[in-house]
């Protein structure tokens, strides 16, 4: 079993960064393959980016491709999503998951395929 923490969240003006970060505790993270979903007031939990257990595998929201770059760092038991070219329509509580996968090598877009759920942390955009 894996606990996950997000931080990193914030109020950034349209066009600005943010890095997210999602801690993990508990054993091999690197077993883990990791994913960001977002969820703006009044809407569903959507997709954002997702990596493999290794990295060697990425995937991401048409919407965030070329603005968002998920990455990790298995020594730090941590996982990363930075955003540039922020726009008010990402504006959202962003939600770090995971998926025990100890022997794949994917990353995975449906919200159905993880087990672990971080409680989220706040992303405001303004205009």
């Known amino acids: 079993q894996v606990q996950l923490v997000e931080s990193g969240g914030g109020l950034v003006q349209a066009g600005g960064s943010l890095r997210l970060s999602c801690a993990a505790s508990g054993r091999s993270f690197s077993m883990y393959a990791m994913g960001w979903f977002r969820q703006a007031p009044g809407k569903e939990r959507e997709f954002v980016a997702a990596?493999?257990?290794?990295?060697?595998?990425?995937n991401y929201a048409d919407s965030v491709k070329g603005r968002f770059t998920i990455s990790r760092d298995n020594a730090k038991n941590t996982v990363y999503l930075q955003m540039n070219s922020l726009k008010p329509e990402d504006t959202a509580d962003y939600y770090c998951?995971?998926?025990?996968?100890?022997?794949?090598?994917?990353?995975?877009?449906?919200?159905?395929?993880?087990?672990?759920w971080g409680q989220g942390t706040q992303v405001t955009v303004s205009s």
């Open positions: 990596i493999s257990r290794s990295g060697g595998s990425t």
């Open positions: 998951a995971g998926r025990y996968d100890p022997t794949g090598s994917y990353s995975y877009r449906a919200r159905a395929s993880y087990d672990y």
